[in-house]
């Protein structure tokens, strides 16, 4: 069945240092999405991306959706305490228009 | 509702008893999805309504979930002879149709002693 994996499944870094997550699907994707979940909290939405090789950013976050359309990836310059938790990245049952596949998520520590 | 509301936000049961699971969308978002998170893992998929009929039911792991919404907007997970395998964290996201993004509520966390 249609699989979305994630590397790494945990990142630790020093504040002021790059991240980056990496989202492969076994399927092509009509969108990507990103959600961001706190230690203790619930996802919440970051973005989606729809086109072939888009590229979008929010402040230090910078996403990317691949060329084939079947890979994603999170770099964040920087890293703050703020960015602390897990990043999970999201696609389309095989592009239906309803549930979402999620990835396993990538848990970013970052030490002050 | 400004946001997503799950009831209740904890709930410890006895393995066996019978558990109802209460969420209430965003006022006018058509799509409802139940989904259920274990400790380090991505949500997963149990179920999804488009307005009051279940679109997609295939991630209910087997015929002891069960989930309704009569009228289009709250929606009932109900797990009965619950197992401690049930175990886990429940969350009920809704979204517009045709817009970007789940919005998540804050979940049930579920214990079965």
């Known amino acids: 069945g249609q699989q979305v994996m994630q590397i790494p499944q945990y990142q630790h870094v020093q504040e002021g240092e790059d991240f980056t997550t990496y989202c492969n699907s076994s399927t092509t994707l009509s969108n990507i999405q990103w959600y961001k979940q706190r230690p203790g909290g619930h996802p919440v939405f970051l973005i989606q991306l729809v086109k072939s090789g888009e590229v979008k950013k929010q402040k230090r976050l910078t996403f990317q959706f691949g060329e084939a359309k079947k890979n994603s990836s999170l770099h964040i310059t920087a890293t703050q305490t703020t960015d602390v938790g897990t990043y999970f990245c999201?696609?389309?049952?095989?592009?239906?228009?309803?549930?979402?596949?999620f990835g396993q998520g990538t848990e970013l520590s970052v030490k002050p | 509702g400004a946001g997503v509301s799950q009831t209740p936000s904890n709930k410890v049961t006895e393995k066996g008893k019978y558990v109802e699971l209460r969420c209430d969308p965003i006022s006018g978002h058509t799509a409802l999805y139940w989904y259920r998170q274990s400790l380090g893992q991505g949500p997963e998929f149990l179920i999804y309504f488009q307005g009051t009929g279940a679109a997609d039911d295939s991630g209910l792991p087997n015929d002891r979930f069960f989930a309704v919404r009569p009228e289009g907007s709250v929606s009932t997970l109900k797990i009965q002879r619950t197992e401690r395998g049930d175990s886990a964290v429940y969350l009920c996201?809704?979204?517009?149709?045709?817009?970007?993004?789940?919005?998540f509520g804050s979940g049930t966390r579920l214990t079965v002693v």
């Open positions: 996201a809704s979204r517009q149709t045709g817009g970007e993004g789940y919005t």
């Open positions: 999201a696609g389309p049952y095989y592009n239906q228009g309803g549930k979402l596949i």
